[in-house]
C-alpha cells in the first residue's frame, strides 16, 4: 500500500530508474504534478495521464507474477488508471487484475478501473449492447474483479447485430436509447461510476447524447480511441468538437501503434513479439505492406528528433499523444518492467515538446489533418 502521507503520494512519486518494485526517487514540481491528472472530459474524474491496459498482455503474453510487477510500479509512480475488457483473454485479464488489486490491499478509492462490454461468451445472448447483456456482462465482470463497482463502463464499439451506420435515424435512435438507458440503469445501481464509448464515431457518440438530454438519462463522458503518430484524424478533428460541445474527453489506446512504432519491426518479425502471435496476422501483414515500410521510413527521421531531445522513440510517440489537451489519459501496454519504465519516461519528454519540434515531426509525418476549427491538437 502507497503511503498515506501528503508528501509521499502517488502523485510525488518518480518513475523508477531500476526495475526494483522497491525503488524511487520524487520528480518534478508541484505544477508538473498536477498536470500528471487530468479530468476525464469535462467530468470531475481525475485521472492520471498514463493509464496501464491489460489487452495482450495479462493473462496471455506475461505472467501473473509479472503482471503484478507491472500494475505496483506503475501504481508507485502515480498511475490510477487501470483499464481491461469481458473479452481479454476470454476474462482472466479481468480475473489477474482483480486478483492484484485484492493481494495488494490498495484502497479502492484510490482506483479507476474501467473496463469494456460487447463480447461476453458464446451465446447469441452474452455479445452485443443489448440491455440484456450490458447488465449481466458488467455483472460478470464486477465478479471476475472482486469489485462492487468499476468507475467506466465501456460500450466496445456499436453494435454490430443492430447495426447504426446506414440505418435510419428513427431506427439508430432507438437502438442507443436501449444503450443509454441500459448505461444510466448500472450507474444509478452502483456498478459503474460512468460510462463511455469505444470504436464510436462521432455521430453516435452524439446521437448518445442527444438520447440522453431527452429522456433525462446519464451521457457518456469518455470515448476510448486509437491515437497514435499514424493514426490522428478522429482524435484530432472528430473528438475535439464532441468535447467543446458536450464534454466528452479522449482515452486513447496504441500510442505505440501495437509495437510499431517501437522500431523493433524494422528488420522483420522478432520471435515473441506481438506481430509473430497467433491471431495477429493482420499486424504482421500491416508491418509489411507498402505503406507499413513507408513508416518505417518515417520512424528513422523521427528517431533521430527523439536522439535530439535526449529520449527514446516510445517516449517521444508516447508524449507526443500526451501533448494533445483533449486527451485525458493515454493507455499503456508493457510485457515487461523495462518497457513500462521507459514508457513512464514520457512524462519528462512532455515539456520538450515545443511548436517547433511539433511542427517538425509534423514536416516528417506529413499526416497532419485538416480541421477549420483550431482546437490546439
Known amino acids: 500500500m502507497y503511503p498515506e502521507s501528503a508528501t509521499d503520494s502517488p502523485a510525488r512519486l518518480s518513475v523508477r530508474q531500476t526495475g526494483s518494485p522497491s525503488m524511487h526517487y520524487r520528480y518534478g514540481s508541484p505544477k508538473s504534478q498536477k498536470r500528471f491528472y487530468r479530468n476525464l472530459g469535462k467530468s470531475g474524474l481525475r485521472v492520471s495521464c498514463l493509464g496501464l491496459g491489460t489487452w495482450v498482455t495479462f493473462g496471455g503474453q506475461i505472467t501473473d507474477e509479472m503482471a503484478e510487477q507491472l500494475m505496483t510500479i506503475a501504481y508507485e509512480n502515480g498511475i490510477n488508471l487501470f483499464d481491461t475488457a469481458e473479452v481479454y483473454a476470454a476474462g482472466k485479464a479481468e480475473v489477474i487484475l482483480g486478483n492484484i488489486i485484492k493481494k495488494k490491499g490498495w484502497r479502492r478509492s484510490s482506483l479507476v478501473i474501467t473496463t469494456k462490454i460487447y463480447w461476453g461468451g458464446k451465446a447469441e445472448t452474452e455479445r452485443g449492447l443489448s440491455r440484456k447483456h450490458i447488465i449481466e456482462g458488467l455483472k460478470t465482470s464486477l465478479q471476475r474483479l472482486q469489485l462492487d463497482y468499476v468507475d467506466v463502463v465501456f460500450a466496445n464499439r456499436p453494435d454490430t447485430n443492430t ?56 451521457p457518456p463522458v469518455c470515448e476510448q480511441a486509437e491515437y497514435h503518430l499514424f493514426q490522428r484524424e478522429k482524435v484530432e478533428v472528430q473528438l475535439p468538437e464532441l468535447y467543446h460541445k458536450i464534454g466528452v474527453g479522449a482515452m486513447t489506446w496504441s500510442p505505440l501503434a501495437c509495437g510499431i512504432i517501437t522500431g523493433k519491426y524494422e528488420d522483420g518479425i522478432p520471435m515473441y513479439s506481438r506481430a509473430s502471435l497467433k491471431g495477429y496476422q493482420w499486424l504482421k501483414e500491416r508491418i509489411t505492406s507498402e505503406e507499413g515500410r513507408r513508416q518505417q521510413a518515417k520512424l528513422k527521421e523521427i528517431l533521430m528528433v527523439a536522439e535530439r531531445l535526449g529520449c527514446t522513440l516510445p517516449q517521444l510517440s508516447i508524449a507526443w499523444c500526451l501533448r494533445n489537451e483533449g486527451v485525458s489519459s493515454v493507455l499503456l501496454g508493457a510485457s515487461n518492467t523495462e518497457q513500462l519504465i521507459e514508457n513512464l519516461g ?24 485538416y480541421n477549420k476549427k483550431d482546437y490546439r491538437c
Open 163 to 218: 447495426p447504426m451506420e446506414g440505418a435510419p435515424f428513427s431506427c439508430r435512435a432507438f437502438i442507443i436509447e436501449e444503450i443509454v438507458r441500459a448505461m444510466t440503469y448500472v450507474i444509478n445501481q452502483g456498478m459503474s461510476m460512468y460510462w463511455g464509448t469505444s470504436r464510436w464515431s462521432a455521430m453516435e457518440i452524439m446521437e448518445a447524447y442527444s438520447v440522453a438530454r431527452q429522456f433525462n438519462l446519464i
Open 346 to 369: 514520457a512524462i519528462q519528454v512532455l515539456p520538450k515538446l515545443t511548436a517547433q519540434v511539433v511542427t517538425e515531426l509534423d514536416s516528417i509525418l506529413g499526416n497532419k489533418p
